[in-house]
């Protein structure tokens, strides 16, 4: 279709709106399209003194935009899709969707309140500028300690805040920070996965908005639509629709496609100040997974009264404070027990050390008791973000981590960073070596067994209503006396884990990523029967 007349692109007058405006322009002229621009001030911009939850209504960034399309003053207008409420009013309807950005989140912290040993890199009781009452809830989930104080103003005004020191932190988009080419290298900055903190539906897309009536320009538009995307953050838009929330709503939803299945992480909380409830689920198909999700979200729905683990669960941790915050009992006993088999370190096998790869928390202990000394050139990689946690307690950022509980997975990532590497194996004396075995012919291996485990005898019986396996070793001890109870249902840690229950014939789920988030999502996919 050819569009004869200059189009007019409705947007907001903030820095990112302008640039999501001019992009689409762009866009537009390289289609053959001709388009000018007009700022349109909406409630959003106008009240920067209330938080986001305390304005009336919703489409606080939107509804004047969508007022003036109405009226034929503008073509066409540019969103943040995210901040587009899901039902449309009469007479609009989105053309397209163009690819999304990235969904991830930045933690800008300042240099001098950096603590890299704990969570997030966050020193204890740091102040974090937020006015997302979706991420208050999730950085509380994560660190109870932390301050978070109400943030507004466009981005470049919210960095600036932070430059003044008004905060100790501040949470923004990645994408925002990544359109308008700003420059935060005077911070430390922590990217937090889509997978780890859950983003807003839709956050990183773009929408175009036009009036239903116009067919051409709607066929015309469809040059700039992604379908894939479009799919994904439908999803997203779905669950949100379902649980009638907007986005002063604590809730995150990220969907992505992988391997033809999509794969969908919720974090919903009924206030900012509750402990959000993490589920993870994976279809073949889109259709009804947004009722899927929301469905495990009911209250109806009979949960584990018990979980029993097979490690000791501090009385801090993530995965003990998700489920008691549900009323769910933990049973935490290790059925192994670990000791040293190295007390002295060779300490010349490191002078040459590229990288060092840890595929559990023991191995991370049991290393650095050792006091190694590294040449400071030595990057770190770690199984998942289990390790990752163990390696900061001791001053490391880990260079590699494994995305998820796939050993496959995670050792093909990890092969193509190390070819022509000396890579250090600290690891377990009966370890699978499933990442040695996966890595190039040229990398170079120093395998350095530091630890061994021994199967605890005469284990006692277990009737909670969910086991949950933390490796091979404890199959194992527990199965050595014990059987399933009927009802009772499995999680592993890990493939190798899974192996185990592979042979035995008994069915389990296998969480994410092997960590406390992953393990937390597990138990709450879990439907009692």
Same mark, same amino acid.
């Given at each position: 279709?050819?569009?004869?007349?200059?189009?007019?692109?409705?947007?907001?007058?903030?820095?990112?709106?302008?640039?999501?405006?001019?992009?689409?322009?762009?866009?537009?002229?390289?289609?053959?399209?001709?388009?000018?621009?007009?700022?349109?001030?909406?409630?959003?911009?106008?009240?920067?003194?209330?938080?986001?939850?305390?304005?009336?209504?919703?489409?606080?960034?939107?509804?004047?935009?969508?007022?003036?399309?109405?009226?034929?003053?503008?073509?066409?207008?540019?969103?943040?899709?995210?901040?587009?409420?899901?039902?449309?009013?009469?007479? $609009?309807?989105?053309? &397209?969707?163009?690819?999304?950005?990235?969904?991830?989140?930045? /933690? /800008?912290?300042?240099?001098?309140?950096?603590?890299?040993?704990?969570?997030?890199? $966050?020193?204890?009781?740091?102040?974090?500028?937020?006015?997302?009452?979706?991420?208050?809830?999730?950085?509380?989930?994560?660190?109870?300690?932390?301050?978070?104080?109400?943030?507004?103003?466009?981005?470049?005004?919210?960095?600036?805040?932070?430059?003044?020191?008004?905060?100790?932190?501040?949470?923004?988009?990645? +994408?925002?920070?990544?359109?308008?080419?700003? @420059?935060?290298?005077?911070?430390?900055?922590?990217?937090?996965?889509?997978?780890?903190?859950?983003?807003?539906?839709?956050?990183? &897309?773009? +929408?175009?908005?036009?009036?239903?009536?116009?067919?051409?320009?709607? =066929?015309?538009?469809?040059?700039?639509?992604?379908?894939?995307?479009?799919?994904?953050?439908?999803?997203?838009?779905?669950?949100?629709?379902?649980?009638?929330?907007?986005?002063?709503?604590?809730?995150?939803? #990220?969907?992505?496609?992988?391997?033809?299945?999509?794969?969908?992480?919720?974090?919903? +909380?009924?206030?900012?100040? @509750?402990?959000?409830?993490?589920?993870? $689920?994976?279809?073949?198909?889109?259709?009804?997974?947004?009722?899927?999700?929301?469905?495990?979200?009911?209250?109806?729905?009979?949960?584990?009264?018990?979980?029993?683990?097979?490690?000791?669960?501090?009385?801090?941790?993530?995965?003990?404070?998700?489920?008691?915050?549900?009323?769910?009992?933990?049973?935490?006993? %290790?059925?192994?027990?670990?000791?040293?088999?190295?007390?002295?370190?060779?300490?010349?096998?490191?002078?040459?050390?590229?990288?060092?790869?840890?595929?559990?928390?023991?191995?991370?202990?049991?290393?650095?008791?050792?006091?190694?000394?590294?040449?400071?050139?030595?990057?770190?990689?770690?199984?998942?973000?289990?390790?990752?946690?163990?390696?900061?307690?001791?001053?490391?950022?880990?260079?590699?981590?494994?995305?998820?509980?796939?050993?496959?997975?995670?050792?093909?990532?990890?092969?193509?960073?190390?070819?022509?590497?000396?890579?250090?194996?600290?690891?377990?004396?009966?370890?699978?070596?499933?990442?040695?075995?996966?890595?190039?012919?040229?990398?170079?291996?120093?395998? !350095?067994?530091?630890?061994?485990?021994?199967?605890?005898?005469?284990?006692?019986?277990? #009737?909670?209503?969910? !086991?949950?396996?933390? %490796?091979?070793?404890?199959?194992?001890? #527990?199965?050595?006396?014990?059987?399933?109870?009927?009802?009772?249902?499995?999680?592993?840690?890990?493939?190798?884990?899974?192996?185990?229950?592979?042979?035995?014939?008994?069915?389990?789920?296998?969480?994410?990523?092997?960590?406390?988030?992953? !393990?937390? =999502?597990?138990?709450?996919?879990?439907?009692?029967?």
């Amino acid at each position: 279709m050819f569009i004869v007349k200059k189009l007019t692109i409705g947007t907001r007058g903030s820095e990112l709106a302008l640039w999501q405006a001019n992009h689409i322009q762009n866009e537009l002229a390289a289609i053959g399209i001709e388009a000018e621009i007009k700022i349109i001030k909406t409630q959003g911009d106008k009240i920067l003194n209330l938080r986001l939850d305390k304005l009336e209504g919703k489409g606080f960034f939107t509804k004047e935009l969508e007022e003036e399309l109405l009226a034929g003053t503008i073509d066409l207008a540019v969103h943040c899709l995210k901040d587009l409420p899901t039902n449309h009013p009469a007479g $609009l309807t989105i053309a &397209a969707i163009p690819p999304r950005e990235e969904a991830t989140e930045y /933690l /800008l912290i300042l240099k001098d309140c950096v603590d890299v040993s704990q969570k997030l890199s $966050l020193k204890k009781g740091a102040m974090v500028g937020t006015s997302s009452n979706r991420r208050k809830a999730q950085l509380l989930g994560l660190r109870s300690d932390l301050e978070i104080e109400d943030l507004r103003g466009n981005v470049p005004t919210r960095i600036q805040k932070l430059r003044d020191e008004n905060y100790d932190a501040i949470m923004l988009a990645k +994408a925002g920070i990544k359109r308008l080419g700003l @420059d935060v290298s005077e911070f430390h900055v922590e990217e937090l996965a889509p997978t780890e903190f859950v983003p807003a539906p839709a956050q990183g &897309a773009l +929408a175009i908005q036009i009036r239903e009536s116009d067919s051409e320009l709607f =066929e015309a538009l469809q040059k700039l639509h992604d379908p894939e995307t479009a799919e994904q953050v439908g999803v997203e838009r779905k669950v949100l629709n379902l649980f009638e929330g907007g986005c002063h709503m604590p809730l995150g939803c #990220y969907c992505k496609k992988e391997d033809g299945a999509f794969e969908v992480w919720t974090s919903k +909380a009924e206030t900012a100040d @509750d402990f959000p409830e993490r589920l993870f $689920l994976r279809s073949e198909t889109a259709e009804g997974l947004a009722e899927k999700i929301v469905a495990k979200y009911s209250k109806e729905r009979k949960q584990p009264a018990k979980v029993f683990i097979s490690r000791e669960i501090g009385e801090h941790s993530y995965f003990r404070k998700a489920l008691e915050s549900k009323g769910i009992e933990i049973e935490g006993r %290790s059925l192994i027990r670990t000791f040293p088999i190295v007390t002295v370190l060779d300490q010349f096998i490191l002078k040459n050390i590229d990288w060092v790869f840890f595929s559990s928390r023991n191995s991370v202990e049991y290393f650095f008791n050792l006091k190694p000394l590294l040449p400071k050139k030595t990057q770190f990689g770690v199984v998942g973000r289990g390790s990752e946690d163990a390696l900061r307690k001791f001053g490391h950022f880990a260079d590699f981590v494994g995305e998820s509980g796939d050993i496959t997975e995670v050792a093909e990532d990890f092969a193509k960073l190390v070819s022509g590497k000396n890579i250090l194996f600290p690891r377990a004396q009966d370890s699978l070596q499933s990442i040695q075995k996966s890595l190039p012919a040229d990398a170079k291996i120093i395998d !350095l067994p530091i630890y061994e485990t021994v199967i605890e005898e005469n284990i006692d019986q277990s #009737y909670a209503d969910v !086991l949950i396996f933390t %490796s091979p070793s404890n199959v194992d001890a #527990y199965f050595v006396d014990n059987l399933l109870e009927p009802g009772q249902q499995v999680i592993a840690i890990g493939n190798s884990t899974g192996k185990k229950f592979d042979e035995m014939g008994v069915k389990y789920a296998l969480p994410y990523s092997p960590d406390e988030i992953g !393990l937390t =999502e597990a138990v709450f996919g879990i439907e009692i029967r």
